[in-house]
């Protein structure tokens, strides 16, 4: 059984036992679990249900890895002959999270 979820404007194709990063939210210090309401489609063969535009009832319950920060993107901005550079970089902060149940 798999589900599409919606999370911070992607959509994720997710299994049991998945690992996948999603963008850092606001959690309490002591939290293990982030559930996923935003489900879009539950597939699981002549069995799938798709959402109008979410699956009623139907959540992803994962448990929390820990914080990662990305790679660094780095952005430049140049103009030729007229003196002007722009150099600044981003790092993206993700949490790291494991599928542990999906349900619907």
Same mark, same amino acid.
């Given at each position: ?8 404007g992607k959509?994720?194709?997710?299994q049991k ?14 939290a293990?679990k982030?559930?996923?309401d ?5 597939g699981?063969? @002549? *069995?799938? *249900?798709?959402?109008?535009p979410?699956?009623?009832g139907? *959540?992803?319950? @994962?448990?929390?890895?820990?914080r ?6 780095e ?6 002959r007229k003196g002007?550079?722009?150099h *600044? ?9 494991t599928v542990? !149940?999906? !349900?619907?």
């Open positions: 059984m798999y589900a599409i979820i919606e999370d911070g959509q994720y194709r997710v036992d998945d690992t996948l990063y999603v963008e850092q939210r606001k959690l309490a210090t002591t293990k982030v559930e996923f935003r489900v879009l489609m539950l699981d063969g @002549a *069995k799938s *249900k798709i959402g109008t979410y699956v009623a139907a *959540k992803v319950t @994962a448990s929390l890895e820990g990662q920060k990305g790679p660094k993107l952005i430049v901005k140049f103009r030729r002007y550079k722009l *600044k970089g981003h790092r993206q902060n993700y949490l790291k999270v542990d !149940s999906i !349900s619907g």
